[in-house]
């Protein structure tokens, strides 16, 4: 229904999960200062919401109403136990997927926390991660995990069989540095948020890179614009902004996370510059449809 809910770790008066859709209008937020650090959401088929905490090793749902209805995991490295979860994501069978990412691994659940099957160990090989962060999986039931200390993305069977990587070994462009996050869109193609180098590269299905996202945020959303229109101090900050840098300031700057919604919207989450980029899919990118 165009609703989206984004972790916002720097709410006030702390990390909350804030609510909004696509009309660029603020709906509410909930879970205020629940989470001590906040790092990945996922939606079942039923709406609720799944949130991990890397501080507090725990995943907590929420329903769409943000009522939280259960809580579960723990400090630890054995099966099951989980050190600094990050990225989540539900595979065809509603199971949810974990990214344990101090643990070096990927750890698969029921919705209600019992314990299926795991993959993965610290390493720099095929197959093992440093610190790994974002997940998602295709129509197939590939899993794509963003391994952020080793520069790259690697790619999964439904099983953990390793598969093949995205970000080049050499400088043909699709290179990349601490990917945060991944997402695939219908056609199969691949869309990294390139945390260390402030873009989204988008590739091919077999790794070769299309192009790169550099940010083209131009003027306000709705809700941004209500803010300033509110706040004389901040509205009087902006109008002190030198227009030059105005374009500067339209791009990424750590980008930290991106889906791809039902309609096609590739949404990005613009870390440092607290908003969120929407683009539709077409030749050359060039043009973002909104920002949030």
Known sequence: DGTMYVLNSGARPGCAI????????????FAEDEFSWPEGLALDGEGNLYCSDGHDHYVAVYTPDGERIAQWGEEGSNEGQLNSPSGLAFDSDENLLVVDSLNGRVQKFT?????????????????????????????????????????RVQKFSAEGEYLMRFGSLIDDGGQLSHPADVAVD??????????????????????????????????????????????????????????????????????GGIIIDDAGHIIISDGIRCRLQVYTKDDDYLVPQFNL
């Open 186 to 255: 219908k056609d199969g193609d691949v869309y990294v948020a390139d945390w260390g180098n402030n873009r989204v590269q988008i590739y091919y299905p077999d790794g070769d890179i299309i192009t790169s996202l550099n940010g083209d945020a131009r003027g306000f959303s709705k809700w941004a614009q209500e803010f300033l229109d509110s706040n004389a101090d901040y509205r009087a900050a902006f109008q002190r902004v030198d227009p030059t840098d105005m374009v500067e300031l339209g791009l990424f700057q750590r980008p």
């Open 18 to 29: 804030t609510v909004l859709n696509m009309e660029e209008e603020f709906l509410g937020e």
């Open 111 to 151: 919705k209600d926390g019992n314990f299926i099957s795991s993959w993965g160990s610290p390493g720099y090989s095929e197959g093992e991660f440093n610190r790994p962060w974002g997940i998602t999986t295709d129509s197939a039931g590939d899993v794509y995990v963003t391994d952020w200390g080793n520069d």
